[in-house]
């Protein structure tokens, strides 16, 4: 019954007029977060199509839809490029998204499991998104009881199979960087690496060894090293990688801004890249292109991990079953100058 036809239209004309139940018409009227995206959407066409307007003769007003996003670390340009891929897909669906920082507590652990998951739910959030954070099973299981739906991006761990993850090719990547150094003549390539109990960073680890082994060699341990994904990690491996009596000649670098690390390193060296040392990172955030020379890198597809991440959340959240618990978006090696061939 389209507005403007004299007759008002009743909730069941719009309920029918979009394939859903009366019940599911009445929870999209009333802002519930239980209903699928698409359904929400064609439900709200018709209301709007329809002139709808309740029988107190006012319109509801829908709360606003919120779900929290939660880094361990808000000013990495890492961060920075899935929060525009997240708000962005949050626009498009009609989703607030409030951005902070991992709880801690003042002694230092997280908050108590349940103590989060019930805040969050009391605050009518329809689910959590964290990225890169460690989460304990314990905590998991909070959110679980809680209701609320949970993505984890590049997760540190995953406490259990069935938490929702979204993630790049990381082992892919991790070969395709070592091949790429391979082609270019080097064989002493050094790893300088993650946290040791990072999944995404293990995953790039062992792409690393398998292109060295397809390629006859053995990997040297003490060419391997492990950190944070900083800058200042990567300036202290390189320093310890470089100082070595038979030094790489290049360098896979597990992120960004550990490989702007490795490149100051080998600046203070007085040593030149990619003339006397080739590096290559991983993420491809705005800053690869930014400095000089500009960093070869693995390029993780950031924004669009964002958007799946949300978008993924809303389904959870509307009950819906996913077909896979694990996404993994594709990477690719983006070449510019910090890599040569070997002198």
Same mark, same amino acid.
Do not use: I, Y
């Given at each position: 019954m389209p507005a403007g036809s004299g007759k008002r239209a009743t909730l069941q004309m719009v309920a029918d007029a979009a394939g859903v139940s009366l019940p599911t018409a009445s929870k999209v009227l009333n802002g519930r977060g239980d209903v699928a995206e698409a359904t929400r959407t064609r439900v709200e066409g018709v209301l709007r199509k329809y002139g709808y307007v309740p029988q107190n003769g006012r319109r509801t007003i829908a709360p606003a839809r919120v779900v929290d996003l939660v880094f361990d670390d808000l000013v990495s340009p890492y961060s920075l490029e899935l929060l525009r891929g997240i708000t962005d897909a949050g626009a498009e669906s009609g989703v607030d998204v409030v951005v902070g920082r991992v709880p801690v507590a003042d002694d230092g652990p997280l908050t108590p499991e349940d103590s989060w998951?019930?805040?969050l739910k009391s605050s009518g959030r329809e689910g959590l998104i964290v990225v890169t954070s460690e989460l304990s099973l314990a905590q998991v299981e909070g959110f679980a009881r809680a209701g609320l739906a949970l993505v984890v991006i590049d997760p540190l761990n995953l406490p259990r199979v069935e938490v929702t993850s979204v993630g790049a090719t990381n082992w892919?990547?991790?070969?395709?960087?070592?091949?790429?150094?391979l082609g270019l003549g080097h064989r002493r390539i050094?790893?300088?690496?993650?946290?040791v109990g990072a999944s995404c960073g293990q995953a790039r680890l062992h792409g690393y060894r398998?292109?060295?082994?397809n390629a006859g060699l053995t990997p040297d341990p003490e060419l391997v090293l492990h950190g944070a994904f900083e800058y200042p990690d990567g300036l202290e491996m390189g320093t310890r990688?470089?100082?070595?009596?038979?030094?790489?000649? #290049?360098?896979?670098?597990?992120?960004?801004? &550990?490989?702007?690390?490795?490149?100051?390193?080998?600046? /203070?060296?007085? !040593? @030149?890249?990619?003339?006397?040392?080739?590096?290559?990172?991983?993420?491809?955030?705005?800053?690869? #292109?930014?400095?000089?020379?500009?960093?070869? &890198?693995?390029?993780?597809?950031?924004?669009?991990?964002? /958007?799946?991440? !949300? @978008?993924?959340?809303?389904?959870?959240?509307?009950g819906e079953t996913l077909d896979s618990h694990h996404v993994e978006l594709a990477t690719n090696l983006v070449e510019r100058g910090s890599t040569a061939p070997i002198a």
């Open positions: 998951a019930q805040r892919n990547g991790g070969v395709s960087a070592t091949e790429h150094l050094a790893f300088a690496g993650g946290p398998a292109a060295l082994e990688l470089l100082e070595l009596e038979n030094p790489p000649t #290049a360098v896979f670098a597990a992120s960004d801004a &550990t490989a702007l690390g490795v490149m100051e390193a080998a600046r /203070r060296k007085g !040593l @030149r890249v990619p003339e006397d040392l080739s590096v290559v990172g991983f993420d491809d955030t705005m800053l690869a #292109a930014l400095t000089t020379p500009g960093l070869t &890198t693995v390029r993780q597809p950031l924004q669009d991990m964002g /958007r799946v991440a !949300l @978008r993924t959340l809303l389904r959870l959240a509307a």
